[in-house]
């Protein structure tokens, strides 16, 4: 088999992986945006707010410790033990939950009726408030993220195609965990909303919610419940991203892979988001792959965006969005 | 009745005329935004370093210090506006800490006759002092970084890369741009391949060019990267078991921040630097009594020591002396930011100096001169001990190519002054 067709499988299993990562950011976006029609531009700062969190309560580290510190006077840092992952994440998990009832209570309760696009403006003031919010109670500094998730280069696939090609694929054992996780969390999400009666209300108030409204279904219970499970996701999407770079504030800027997986694979569906980003993730890596060097490298940001308005262009809603049609 | 008004009149006057008694240095930081990380240990050392100076001297000359810091986010749209927003204060000399602000800043400086310091940041081609009255960026700039790698590989290999390949995962921006030129006519005159892999801001996913070095295998990679990209770049280079220790970063690829997230897989990951490492210098006993045991230490203090302190530390440093020359020059303690710009270009750092002010070895001897704003461009490495997570110096400051810059130095700061119709300064 030739040199290079054996390189751009690798490069292709490679961007798989990767399309796999921006899907789990992706997913937010759509669990909210099916809800509520709101286009949550603080998605990645959740990530980042959520992977903060993670850290700062497995390393026992005091919340807003440089303002007691400047009120009282005091040295406090950390609280002198550190908390197991799976405790962290549950504890993350409420602090989201927390956040997601603040959200709709103080924010969004507030703007019921309100145009689209004040809703999402709501959401750009909410980002820099959480941005802002997380940098006093966890502090700016780069943090590492040890929830003992496996990384480096996967042996068995590596030599498995060395005994095939004479060539060892390079899978890295973290995007394979990202790609367990972003399947079990489909799964889940997709049997929750078909199988539970909150999924099911869910799923009514993202149809309809003046409908869902009058026969009982509780918006605001169901705004709370979609901003956690967003808040949830994005505690997911935080962990995996935050393994690889530490948990920093540019995590936020993962928001940005997100979108042409969104505009490709459509704003209110899970599996486009999932079809969506292994798109998106394969055709950046081998555009790269094969025409990067001739155009000076570092294509993959703006190709993600032009395979995004080459669907747009002929599938408006995305690959599986669903078709508006309003009548006159 | 008259005695009451008197007094307010004379307190009225003190409250409204001009603060003859401080030395203003404004310190453009960013202690919020994607690279925080980075800005806050340079900003905390900065300000650490003057706060020591007034407790300890009593400020410089006898005239006390005062940082005015102004918070960027390393945008370069609010750097502007913190430079229009605190050059009426008096201040002496600008650090903007980003080459897109930098960039904004020199003519501005210029027409405002405040000099600009740009220490291994900003416009390389700003050591012609004949051109770019008010900038300097002495010890080192980008091109003296990538000579200096490149010199680095030669002392490895006996003098010789001819047929060695050699990467450079750089920042796709104007910034990670910069070592490109210099490296390809390193290239030329010691014949290894240069392959060039540049990363999109932020850098968060860099599996394509870790990938493509994995199957090309390049002897050495070099690095000019900043922020998340430098985390991800040290993690990848371990996933793919590249040798750390035939990694190098620049100075900027090169502090704690950069290596701690990818734990003992980063030991032996190497970068350049133009000042020393840790903490053990004196100054750093007069910072503890001066500054942190008076609760005076700026930030959270928890940075001292680290690489990008240090580096504040030593841009103070610097300032300071160039201040005092300043002084020394024109007679005059009080000085503004035109005789400033005297000091700076008569600066002169010895080793005597250096180690009179509690850092010896802290950084290079050096001089500064009307036509040379950029210094000799001695540059060292460094590599980082992932046990004892302590970054250490392993050469001394070394000369650069000269041959190959000055030339790139001088065409590039020609074709700048002919744009703009810059006259010999000199």
């Known amino acids: 088999m030739p040199e ?40 990645g700062v959740m990530a980042l707010f959520a992977a903060l969190t993670l850290v700062g309560i497995m390393n026992g580290q005091v919340p807003f410790a440089h303002i007691i510190n400047a009120t009282f006077g005091t040295d406090l840092h950390y609280f002198g033990w550190t908390v197991p992952g799976l405790l962290a994440i549950l504890l993350t998990m409420g602090m989201m939950v927390l956040l997601a009832w603040c959200v709709q209570r103080f924010v969004f309760r507030h703007l019921v009726g309100q145009e689209p696009i004040i809703l999402f403006m ?58 367990l996780v972003a399947a079990i969390l489909v799964t889940g999400l997709v049997l929750f909303a ?135 | 009745m008259k005695y009451k008004l008197g007094t307010m009149a004379i307190a009225a006057i003190m409250a409204a005329g001009p603060v003859m008694a401080d030395l203003v ?23 650490d370093y003057f706060t020591m100076i007034n407790a300890r001297d009593g400020g410089i000359g006898g005239v006390m210090t005062r940082v005015v810091e102004c918070e960027t986010g390393y945008n370069t749209e609010k750097g502007v506006e913190c430079y229009e927003a605190t050059k009426g204060e008096g201040s002496l000399v600008y650090q903007p800490l980003s080459t897109g602000i930098t960039y904004q800043l020199i003519p501005k400086t210029t027409a405002d006759n405040i000099p600009m310091h740009t220490m291994g940041y900003g416009r390389t081609s700003a050591a012609n002092g004949d051109v770019f009255s008010h900038t300097f960026n002495y010890p080192a700039n980008y091109w003296n970084g990538a000579s200096g790698a490149i010199k680095y590989l030669l002392d490895e290999n006996g003098g010789d890369l001819s047929g060695k390949k050699i990467a ?43 990938l493509q070095i994995r199957r090309d295998r390049p002897d050495n990679v070099i690095m000019y990267g900043w922020g998340v990209m430098n985390q991800v770049a040290v993690q990848e280079a371990a996933n793919i078991r590249f040798p750390m220790e035939n990694f190098i970063g620049i100075w900027w690829s090169g502090s704690e921040n950069d290596v701690l997230a990818a734990g003992a897989a980063a030991d032996g990951y190497k970068a350049l630097t133009f000042h020393n490492v840790g903490s053990d210098f004196p100054v750093f006993d007069d910072i503890q009594q001066y500054v942190v045991d008076a609760g005076e230490a700026a930030g959270a203090g928890d940075q001292i020591g680290t690489v990008l302190y240090n580096r504040g530390l030593y841009a103070a440093m610097l300032a300071a002396e160039a201040a005092r020359t300043a002084q020394g020059i024109h007679g005059v303690a009080d000085i ?28 290079p001897a050096f001089k500064v001169s009307c036509e040379n704003h950029g210094g000799p461009g001695l540059v060292g490495m460094t590599q980082w001990d992932a046990d004892t997570k302590t970054w250490s ?34």
């Open chain 1, 4 to 43: 290079q067709l054996i390189f751009a499988m690798e490069v292709f299993l490679n961007g798989l992986m990767a399309g796999v990562l921006y899907a789990l950011v992706a997913l937010g976006f759509v669990l909210i945006f099916k809800a509520s029609g709101i286009f949550n531009f603080a998605q």
């Open chain 1, 122 to 179: 709501a959401t750009i003031g909410l980002a820099y408030f959480l941005e802002g919010v997380g940098d006093l109670m966890w502090g700016s500094d780069i943090k590492t993220l040890d929830v003992g998730l496996p990384q480096g280069i996967n042996e068995t696939i590596d030599e498995v195609t060395f005994g095939w090609f004479g060539y060892g694929f390079f899978i890295d054992n973290l995007d394979l965990v990202a790609t």
């Open chain 1, 194 to 328: 078909q199988y539970t009666k909150q999924g099911r209300a869910m799923r009514a108030v993202a149809d309809d919610h003046q409908a869902a409204l009058s026969v009982g279904v509780s918006l605001n219970f169901i705004w709370i419940l979609v901003w956690s499970l967003a808040g949830f996701v994005a505690l997911v999407a935080g962990i995996m991203w935050g393994a690889k770079s530490g948990v920093q504030f540019s995590l936020s800027l993962i928001a940005l892979k997100a979108l042409p997986v969104l505009m490709l694979g459509g704003f209110t569906s899970i599996p486009g988001a999932i079809v969506g980003g292994l798109i998106i993730g394969v055709g950046e890596k081998l555009f790269e792959f094969a025409l990067g060097p001739a155009l000076g490298g570092a294509t993959e940001n703006w190709f993600a965006y032009v395979l995004a308005l080459i669907f747009l262009v002929f599938r408006p809603q995305g690959l599986f969005g669903e078709k508006i049609i309003e009548r006159v």
């Open chain 2, 25 to 47: 240095f404004p310190s453009l930081s960013y202690r919020t935004g994607p690279y925080a990380a980075g800005g806050i240990p340079f900003a905390d050392g900065y300000q």
């Open chain 2, 168 to 210: 450079l995962v750089y920042h796709n921006s104007a910034y990670g741009k910069e070592p490109i030129r210099t490296l390809e006519e390193l290239s030329k005159k010691h014949g290894f391949e240069l392959s060039l892999l540049p990363v999109d801001h932020p850098g968060q996913e860099q599996k394509s060019q870790w």
């Open chain 2, 336 to 363: 503004t930011p035109a005789m400033m710009r005297d000091g700076m270009e008569a600066l002169e750092i010895t080793e005597a100096r250096m180690t009179e002010l509690g850092m010896p070895n802290f950084g």
């Open chain 2, 393 to 426: 110096m392993i050469s001394d400051f070394g000369p650069s190519d000269m041959e190959v810059i000055q030339p790139l130095i001088d065409e590039d700061s020609a074709a700048y002054a002919a744009e703009n119709n810059i006259a010999s300064n000199c």
